[in-house]
């Protein structure tokens, strides 16, 4: 079953870390962390690592806004 996945990654050179998400993934949380993923950190481009952190996020589905709550007159 697919899972998505946020990832904190840390970049080599100036030590800044970076948050990537990971949509629809196949892999496990464990998977996801013993691998290392590309990333690009602002400062110094594209990089590479072992993720610091990784939180599984509940998927979007059905993310509507509710009716009314834009609309609304204020006096
Ligand atoms: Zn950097």
Redesign the pocket.
């Known amino acids: 079953m697919p899972g998505s996945f946020a990832i904190r990654l840390r970049?080599?050179?100036?030590?800044?870390d970076s948050w990537v998400t990971l949509p629809d993934r196949s892999e496990s949380g464990d998977e996801i962390r013993q691998r290392t993923w590309d990333f690009k950190?602002?400062?110094?481009?594209p990089?590479q690592g072992l993720p610091q952190e990784v939180i599984e996020v509940a998927p979007l589905y059905e993310e509507r806004p509710s009716p009314g709550q834009e609309s609304a007159p204020r006096e």
């Not at 970049?11 to 800044?16: F, I, N, R, Y």
């Open positions: 970049c080599p050179v100036c030590e800044l950190c602002r400062q110094d481009g990089q």
